[in-house]
């Protein structure tokens, strides 16, 4: 499903002009591959304050519809309350050949919230191998009360899986406190 690159800033998009992205927040994560199955399509995926952020077009491209469909679902999700625009999405900077020139625009990226709203509203093939492994994902994580993902913790280093271990020990702390509460 992911597969973590090495590389980290030098493959991140540029913050719309003015140096940040909306609500003033900078870019900085990592940039993931998703594959849904090995041989379909890969994506970069930009990783950033514990989210993952993609166009429009890259969520059109992920669930194989028309980007103009994954605009329709957003704007409902947008207009029903389900989701809060200031943060679900912030534009960057991309550059882009139009004309034979090289211009700047600011593209909206959306975090996961939002792209799991569309994956829940769109009906198609590569649709619903997301939904599969968002469910499978969640299934797990609240079958043993958190996640890990491996491939990071070995590519941060120790320090970062200290964090994670330091973590499981609180959370199996506040596990033996409740169960003894409830006796």
């Known amino acids: 499903m992911f597969a973590s690159m090495s590389e980290k800033a030098d493959r991140s998009p540029e913050p719309a002009p003015g140096g940040e992205g909306e609500g003033g927040r900078r870019p900085g994560g990592r940039v993931d591959i998703y594959e849904a199955a090995p ?12 989210s993952m952020w993609l166009s429009q077009q890259q969520i059109a491209d992920l669930f194989g519809r028309p980007r103009a469909l994954v605009t329709k679902h957003l704007n ?16 960057f900077a991309q550059l882009r050949d139009e004309g034979g020139r090289t211009v700047t625009r600011g593209v909206f990226h959306y ?10 509203r769109i009906r198609s093939r590569p649709g619903a191998l997301f939904r599969a492994w968002a469910t499978r994902l969640l299934q797990d994580h609240l079958l043993r009360g958190y996640t890990t ?8 280093g120790t320090g970062d899986l200290h964090d994670s271990i330091d973590h499981l020990d609180r959370v199996i702390a ?3 406190a409740l169960r003894m509460s409830a006796r």
């Open 39 to 50: 041989g379909d399509a890969r994506m970069d995926v930009w990783l950033s304050d514990g």
């Open 76 to 91: 409902f999700a947008y207009r029903d309350g389900e989701l809060d625009p200031e943060t679900t999405r912030i534009k």
């Open 111 to 120: 975090n996961l919230d939002a792209i799991m709203a569309v994956g829940f």
């Open 149 to 156: 993902n491996p491939e990071q913790l070995l590519e941060t």
């Open 174 to 176: 506040r596990r033996k």
